[in-house]
């Protein structure tokens, strides 16, 4: 389980570093291969981030500090609109110890078709530092008719360290014409977390063919969008179980369920709509904020 599967192997073949962070190869040809990585630091008595290394279609906008403290704000915008065939992403985050950063997107991830047999690959890399926190809730991701996607996200965090991290997850286009649903060619995905090393959850998908495609329609029970939170704080308190409990059961029409693993939250999410899978995320954050934070959760405000 610890070993790359071998899907993503090649990807990145080439790559050299540059402080840690992986630096453009020679060959990408010039708007195929989006990189960017991000160093966060604190600086005084607040929490900065610089863009070490970047790479177009990602762009860099700069930061803001929504809540008019010390934590920033970056909203992740990749001007390529989404991923056609051959294109790929990588996201490199580091977050130094005692820094809190936030991080979204500013529109849903797409995954076109793709008709000469290569697919797209989009992979997350974040370090939480010890005290660090890091928040990320990004858009949904929609695998349209005939795309081939490739997806890995790893998130190596401290014993000390805190996070909150969302996930949607859509079958395609549901609501195009008569829908779309379940019917890419093919949806790859790798979801993993180690705190200090030690691998702690991992979510693999792996529906590379039309029965496979057809057996996560059934796996996910019909359902079309999927989410999934992740939460990790050692001091977060049991009280908050109970509170998790009554609003997985707070639509009717979504289906959610949470469990513990030691200190760290698993929350799976269901429905036919997309926005109200958005909805539980933020109710969830609502509650596992303040305990994480220090702060009450409000509504993600994108310019």
């Not at 073949?13 to 708007?31: A, Y």
């Not at 130094?96 to 849903?108: I, P, S």
């Not at 792996?206 to 496979?212: D, G, K, M, R």
């Amino acid at each position: 389980m610890d070993r790359e599967p071998g899907f993503v192997l090649g990807r990145e073949g080439g790559l050299r570093s540059h402080d840690g962070f992986s630096v453009p190869d020679p060959s990408w040809v010039i708007g195929k291969q989006a990189l960017l990585g991000v160093k966060v630091t604190r600086e005084g008595a607040r929490t900065v981030m610089h863009p070490v290394v970047r790479r177009i279609p990602f762009q860099w906008q700069g930061v803001h500090y929504q809540d008019c403290d010390d934590q920033p704000f970056l909203l992740l915008h990749n001007s390529g609109g989404g991923f056609i065939e051959g294109d790929s992403s990588i996201l490199e985050v580091r977050t130094e110890a005692d820094t809190r950063c936030l991080l979204t997107t500013t529109g849903a991830t797409k995954f076109y078709k793709c008709e000469n047999g290569g697919n797209c690959t989009d992979r997350i890399a974040v370090g939480i530092g010890p005290r660090a926190l890091f928040e990320y809730l990004p858009d949904e991701i929609i695998p349209y008719r005939d795309s081939d996607s490739v997806r890995i996200a790893r998130y190596d965090a401290r014993a000390d360290s805190r996070f909150f991290i969302s996930d949607v997850l859509t079958a395609g286009r549901i609501g195009f014409r008569n829908g779309e649903a379940f019917l890419f060619r093919s949806m790859r995905s790798e979801m993993s977390v180690r705190i200090d090393g030690r691998l702690v959850w991992m979510d693999r998908l792996a529906a590379v063919s039309p029965q496979a495609v057809t057996d996560l329609r059934e796996l996910w029970g019909g359902y079309p969008v999927v989410g999934t939170v992740l939460a990790y704080g050692i001091d977060l308190p049991a009280s908050l179980d109970e509170m998790l409990a009554d609003a997985c059961e707070a639509d009717d029409e979504a289906r959610a369920a949470f469990t513990r693993l030691g200190s760290l939250i698993c929350i799976r999410i269901l429905s036919n709509e997309v926005w109200r899978v958005h909805e539980a995320v933020q109710r969830f954050w609502a509650l596992l904020r303040p305990a994480l934070a220090h702060k009450p959760a409000r509504v993600i405000n994108k310019p």
